[in-house]
């Protein structure tokens, strides 16, 4: 028996020991945090092989720095939608094993498995005419041209993302997030070294340039997805659901069920990110200083959004077991914690980051009495207030994604994100003297809005669930 084999026997034992009587928001809490752990860390570790590439090739000149934050842009516009169709997999297969119901948790997983090939397909058009769509947008010729050269490279991984994704929603589901950190550390390493290799053709290797950054992307997504199958396929306990058997079959009344659920989650998540691509593009209409302090101070609440991302798909595991067995008590109790957790985290974040906010300035642009440093950290003391209540939409829209609600909140999110947040951002922006601080508190306003209105919604449909 190898020490992977271990594993299952042991965590049987710690599951038992925590199923103990007791303080039941002690055991919820614990729970939550055997989940969220791992998968806030596998977060984290995407921002680490995001940074690695772009420290990689930043040395290749601010232009081409430019040209791969053009073409990041493009590809994940088309990425988010086929990442938000199949985050449904791990409500509908938390759910099914809530209500111990191991086919419909193989069947979520394989329907996952069969959306993404079929969006990834349409969705690989767009990065393929990615230099056509910028040029048609206003950027420069040889921006968008080095742009789709980096595009060319990183479409071909969009299918393999959007199937490691799927099973990171099914492993997560049955309570075992952990072969999805391990792989993502493994990968951190991998892809530095195959960015090194094919950017810069070192070794014997090619030099490919920005195509060479993508291919390795590429070639690394691919990786994660196989080790992410051979984990499913193998091991306990994800070998027992036998999802690929008969792989080749479609389920499509439950592929309806995934499309009603995941599109909506597409939708918002586009909103949430084109709000803040409109941001930049006001800031770029007030100054570069302000472009700049913006792109600093948005890239430390990214950095500080992946605890409470992986927190959320905690909470739409423990809120969409407990709705599989049909207990309104552990819903409602499931939601709060992950609520209280994240904001505690984000409250105790946001306050480091106020202390620090100069000292942050100065690790991005050196002397704190520039003017970009300046605005840096006034930007981050105004994000004091958006911390926190981004941490808390996050987590409270992935309580209500393991309640299958995910239409209102997209509802809420337009309202918010744009009638709220976009258009304080311009008023305060540009009618008043706050200039940049303005736009922030703008991007505050909304997101706060956000939040308050999916936390009421959580309420009502847990009140709901109980009344019945």
């Known amino acids: 028996m190898t020490s992977l084999d271990k594993i299952e026997p042991v965590a049987s034992a710690l599951r038992a020991s925590v199923a103990v009587p007791g303080n039941p928001v002690t055991t919820e809490l614990a729970e939550t945090l055997k989940l969220s752990v791992p998968l806030a860390l596998t977060q984290l570790g995407q921002i680490a092989m995001m940074t690695t590439d772009l420290a990689f090739v930043g040395r290749l000149g601010s232009e081409t720095v430019a040209a791969a934050a053009l073409a990041h842009t493009v590809f994940f516009v088309s990425f988010t939608v086929g990442m938000g169709l199949v985050s449904a997999v791990s409500p509908l297969a938390a759910q099914a094993f809530g209500a111990r119901d191991p086919r419909m948790v193989r069947r979520a997983l394989r329907v996952g498995l069969w959306a993404a090939l079929l969006v990834a397909l349409p969705m690989m058009a767009l990065p393929f005419h990615g230099e056509t769509i910028l040029i048609a ?187 599989g067995r049909r207990d309104a008590d552990d819903v409602r109790r499931a939601g709060y914690v992950a609520m209280w957790l994240g904001g505690a985290f984000m409250s105790a974040m946001t306050l480091a980051v106020i202390l620090a906010r100069f000292q942050i300035a100065e690790i991005f642009l050196g002397e704190a009495t520039d003017a970009t440093a300046q605005l840096t950290a006034m930007l981050l003391m105004v994000g004091a207030t958006f911390f926190v209540a981004d941490g808390v939409q996050t987590i409270t829209a992935g309580a209500l994604r393991g309640m299958n609600d995910t239409r209102i909140p997209l509802l809420f999110a337009t309202i918010s994100y744009w009638l709220v947040g976009f258009v304080s951002a311009c008023i305060l922006g540009f009618w008043t003297s706050l200039g940049a601080v303005g736009v922030w508190i703008g991007l505050s306003l909304g997101t706060a809005v956000y939040a308050l209105l999916l936390v009421l919604r959580f309420r009502l449909l847990a009140s709901r669930l109980a009344a019945e």
Do not use: C
């Open 137 to 323: 947008l206003g950027q420069a010729p040889a921006a968008a041209h080095q742009a789709q050269q980096y595009l060319f490279g990183l479409a071909w991984g969009i299918l393999p993302a959007l199937w490691f994704i799927a099973i990171r929603g099914f492993m997560s589901a049955v309570n075992r997030p952990e072969p999805v950190l391990w792989i993502t550390l493994a990968a951190i390493p991998a892809n530095a070294l195959l960015v090194y290799l094919l950017l810069y053709g070192k070794w014997g290797a090619p030099a490919l340039g920005l195509f060479g950054a993508g291919l390795a992307t590429t070639i690394v997504n691919l990786g994660t997805f196989l080790a992410g199958v051979w984990f499913t396929a193998r091991r306990r306990p994800f070998r027992k659901y036998h999802v690929f058997g008969r792989i080749w079959r479609i389920d499509w009344s439950l592929m309806g069920k995934l499309i009603a659920v995941g599109t909506p989650i597409s939708m918002a998540l586009l909103l949430e990110y084109g709000l803040f691509g409109a941001a930049g593009l006001l800031m770029g209409l007030i100054s570069t200083t302000a472009l700049a302090a913006h792109q600093i101070a948005l890239q430390i609440a990214a950095i500080l959004f992946m605890v409470p991302l992986g927190i959320s798909m905690a909470a739409t595991v423990r809120v969409g077991q407990a709705v």
